[in-house]
Nanobody, 116 residues
Framework: QVQLVESGGGLVPPGGSLRLSCAASGFTFSRYAMSWYRQAPGKERELVAR????????GYADSVKGRFTMSRDNGKDTVYLQMNSLRPEDTAVYYC?????????WGQGTQVTVSS
């Protein structure tokens, strides 16, 4: 059974930090490119960051560049999103996504709220 389980969301004041995790199971994690998406209320889901199956570098949306860092640990079948200098506009449900050839999977999402 394929699973992507996100964790680490919560309420944080502006300027704070959070680290999201996404634990994968049920598929060969190291074959898959991994991404983080987010969806704010009333808005479409948007790509935040993506990392390929083997590279140590990731690509980022302009809105988070320099503040967010995505990484993966193929030994633990897990990806991470370190989020620093959080802003109220970062408030959203954050989703983990796995993609390889014609296969793609989504997690259930974790809520991130940035508010004082």
């Amino acid at each position: 059974q394929v699973q992507l389980v996100e964790s680490g969301g919560g309420l944080v004041p502006p300027g704070g930090s959070l680290r999201l995790s996404c634990a994968a199971s049920g598929f060969t994690f190291s074959r898959y490119a991994m991404s983080w998406y987010r969806q704010a209320p009333g808005k479409e889901r948007e790509l935040v960051a993506r990392i390929s199956e083997t590279t140590s570098s990731a690509g980022y949306a302009d809105s988070v560049k320099g503040r967010f860092t995505m990484s993966r640990d193929n030994g633990k079948d897990t990806v991470y999103l370190q989020m620093n200098s959080l802003r109220p506009e970062d408030t959203a449900v954050y989703y983990c996504h796995a993609f390889w050839k014609r296969f793609d999977y989504w997690g259930q999402g974790t809520q991130v709220t940035v508010s004082s």
